[in-house]
């Protein structure tokens, strides 16, 4: 009995120091006030968003809004001209090498080595990033993005839009960082493979990993992100919750409404 | 494994799968290894050729009856020169300068002022040498290969997810530099078995093998560099291989070809009818010593009896013909040699001047380092030219000496009226035996890391600039995505 209290107890601190440092440790997104300009054109015009631990962010916007700009400055490709990015907590314009430890991306366009398979592929990658998954691991995240068993050892050079798509989710699962990017990570997938993918999101999302996803997709957007911001000129110009019952129609009109603007 | 090794690793890989990439290292390492094998077997079968010609040579010199000793001067010496044991990888010049040359009394050596050295020599082009292959096709293999390492990373998308799994731009230049330079190894492995072999079997000097094998690595290191940063600076690979092409065109085929020609048309050579019309001329001013009234003969004459305290020549007690052929060798050897130190000063301004193409070309040190060490530049020929020289001068004026000692005046001014007076000036051939056999004296190996420095200093050169070209392209690669 004394035994079982002690226990008891003990895990109690425990969660509690870990929630205590959850609440200390810096949100994994976090950018506020960003304004970029590229030539004569401001990209973005005084952007501020932050993304939790187990929350999916969805950003939406028009051709040209500046998401997938978000996306290059959160990785440090771009330099922003003034505001604040913080990517677990690190400046990926000062410390972009850090920064892009605690992130993995999925670009739209998802490039691969040709020449080697899906497991080449992926073994090259994560070691690259300090990881080194077994086959079965591999698999495993193979499984969840729905990849077909014998299209693994061929090489990729023969792969569709989508299998691509489902090699750079495996990877990004198998990275096992806390935050995750995703450059419209539906478009090549067909419905089944779009719904497996929302459930995967779901699956990282309660593994704590923050999701900042850049969409055209507003359907796909409000069947699994808890918030979605609206893109215009450069900045939210509006943000709503899916969760507190707005319906898609309504949800279209708004992001039209909003967007136009 | 490093980041470094994990992408050096991976490029291999993705080589290994790349049939052009495959085709080509094959066809070079191929080509590479006939070239060790054939210039080997060439140099050795030459070297045997040249050693049998002098043996030759030296048994017919030896073997001539008794004769008058001015006929033995003109009846002259064949000396060839023995090909050092690295010119089995770099035969220089040593193919266009020839190592035969007939030495015979009043003349200079059939080699010196021969239009072949017109054109420094310099440009030879096209023996399939281990030097050719590593000098002109492995940079070509190199381009082709690397061209697309990392232009295709950024075509495909690829090099923008490598930098967001946060690899630092360094890491993959390293790596793909070292990726390449295993390639350029491969390419040099031919090379080292050929310089090994040399060193072993034919005892060529290590220190110039090792210095030989260091250039060639440091000449393929450059352009490994060259090709990443081409790669890596450039927006698609299409335009790498452009740039690369026509950078390997101009600094590998193009200024070394047109290098001695400025050289050339900067510091002229003359001709060997125009020297031989000015040694004529000389040598008529000079005088002529069957001349009787020439003043500068007149005034010989008239100290060798002084000299000898006579007032005829009958009366000396040596063969004044003898005394006078030494005398004319001298003026007209002095004359041959200041044609030729003035035509050697020139083809080292020329020569100088080519080098200093070092800096538009690596080819050109490449090759200036790789002669000099290899003991097979012009500065090998013009040794093996003055040696020859000095021999010839040496033997004629034995053979001057005998006919002034063992030959008397009267016999000499008889010879062809009285029949025994002509047997009598026919001496014992065992005086053509005393004549030593010419042997070439090679530059040590001091010599050749001193004529070698140039080209060496250049490659150094081409090194740090190729070091400086990753940095910049390191720097582009991060702005670029």
Redesign the interface.
């Known amino acids: 009995m004394h035994e079982t209290m002690t226990q008891a107890t003990s895990t109690n601190a425990e969660l509690a120091t870990h929630l205590l440092a959850e609440n200390s440790s810096p949100p994994p997104i976090e950018i506020t006030d960003l304004r970029l300009v590229r030539g004569s054109r401001t990209v973005l015009n005084g952007l501020s968003i932050k993304v939790s631990r187990g929350e999916i962010y969805a950003l939406l916007g028009g051709n040209g809004a500046g998401k997938s700009t978000t996306l290059s400055a959160i990785?440090g490709?771009l330099e922003p001209d003034s505001g604040v990015i913080r990517v677990g907590g690190f400046d990926p314009v000062l410390e972009?090498?850090?920064?892009?430890?605690q992130?993995a991306?999925l670009?739209e366009?998802?490039?691969?080595?040709?020449?080697?398979s899906a497991y080449?592929n992926i073994a090259?990658?994560l070691?690259?990033?300090g990881r080194e998954p077994g086959r079965s691991e591999m698999d495993g995240a193979l499984d969840a993005a729905g990849l077909q068993h014998e299209a693994r050892e061929r090489r990729v050079a023969g792969y569709s839009k989508g299998m691509r798509q489902k090699v750079a989710i495996a990877m990004a699962v198998l990275r096992d960082v806390p935050v995750l990017l995703l450059d419209e990570p539906t478009s090549g997938l067909d419905p089944r493979a779009t719904a497996d993918f929302n459930a995967l999101l779901n699956v990282l999302k309660a593994r704590g990993t923050a999701i900042l996803m850049v969409t055209h997709d507003l359907l796909g957007a409000a069947d699994c992100a808890d918030r979605i911001g609206f893109l215009a000129q450069g900045s939210i110009v509006d943000e709503v919750r899916p969760s507190e019952g707005i319906d898609v129609l309504a949800l279209h009109h708004r992001y039209g409404e909003r967007t136009a603007a | 494994?490093s980041?470094t090794r994990?992408?050096a690793a991976?490029e291999w890989?993705?080589m290994r799968?790349?049939h052009v990439a495959r085709l080509a290292l094959l066809m070079l390492l191929a080509l590479s290894a006939i070239a060790t094998f054939t210039s080997i077997a060439h140099r050795a079968e030459s070297d045997a050729l040249r050693a049998r010609f002098q043996a030759q040579a030296d048994r017919e010199f030896d073997g001539q009856p008794a004769r008058h000793p001015h006929r033995m001067v003109h009846y002259g010496h064949f000396v060839f020169r023995p090909m050092p044991a690295l010119a089995a990888f770099d035969p220089g010049v040593d193919a266009f300068t020839g190592n035969t040359i007939f030495l015979e009394g009043h003349r200079q050596n059939s080699a010196n002022f021969g239009d072949v050295r017109q054109s420094s020599l310099l440009a030879h082009f096209g023996q399939l040498t281990p030097a050719f292959v590593l000098q002109v096709l492995g940079p070509l293999v190199l381009v082709f290969v690397g061209f697309g390492t990392i232009a295709r990373e950024r075509e495909?998308?690829?090099l923008?997810?490598?930098?967001?799994?946060?690899?630092?731009a360094r890491s993959l230049i390293a790596g793909k530099a070292l990726a390449l330079g295993g390639i350029a190894a491969l390419m040099l492995a031919p090379a080292l078995f050929s310089l090994g072999w040399l060193v072993v079997v034919e005892a060529a000097p290590l220190s110039g093998a090792l210095l030989l094998a260091i250039s060639y690595a440091i000449y393929l290191l450059f352009w490994v560099m060259a090709v990443i940063a081409a790669s890596s600076m450039t927006r698609d690979a299409r335009s790498a291989l452009l740039y690369l092409l026509g950078l390997w065109a101009l600094t590998t085929i193009l200024v070394p070809r047109i290098a001695p020609d400025i050289a050339l048309a900067a510091t002229p050579l003359p001709t060997r009818l125009e020297t031989d019309i000015a040694i004529q001329d000389d040598l008529r001013r000079i005088g002529d010593s069957h001349n009787p009234n020439d003043p500068h003969f007149a005034a010989f004459k008239a100290e060798t009896l002084k000299r000898y305290g006579v007032t005829k020549v009958d009366d000396l007690p040596v063969n004044y013909r003898g005394l006078l052929a030494m005398e004319g060798e001298k003026i007209t050897s002095r004359l041959f040699d200041k044609y030729n130190d003035t035509q050697f000063t020139v083809q080292a301004r020329q020569g100088d001047t080519a080098t200093g193409f070092g800096f538009l070309s690596p080819a050109i040190a490449l090759r200036s380092a790789s002669m000099a060490l290899s003991g097979t530049d012009l500065d090998g020929h013009k040794r093996f030219l003055e040696q020859a020289e000095a021999y010839r001068y040496a033997i004629v004026q034995e053979l001057n000496r005998l006919q002034a000692e063992a030959v008397t005046f009267a016999d000499d001014g008889n010879r062809n009226k009285d029949p025994e007076a002509a047997r009598r000036v026919r001496i014992d051939p065992k005086h053509w035996h005393d004549v030593p056999d010419f042997t070439y004296r090679p530059a040590s190996l001091d010599e050749r890391l001193r004529a070698a420095v140039p080209g060496l200093a250049l490659l150094l050169f081409w090194l740090a600039a190729g070091a400086a070209m990753l940095r910049l392209a390191s720097r582009r690669i991060g702005a670029a995505?």
């Not at chain 1, 366009?109 to 080697?116: E, F, P, R, S, T």
């Not at chain 2, 923008?160 to 630092?168: H, N, T, V």
């Open positions: 990785l490709f972009p090498d850090r920064a892009r430890t992130v991306y670009p366009n998802v490039a691969l080595y040709d020449q080697l080449e090259y990658f070691a690259l990033s | 494994m980041r994990l992408i991976n890989r993705l799968r790349n495909s998308g690829t923008r997810y490598l930098k967001a799994q946060g690899l630092a995505l």
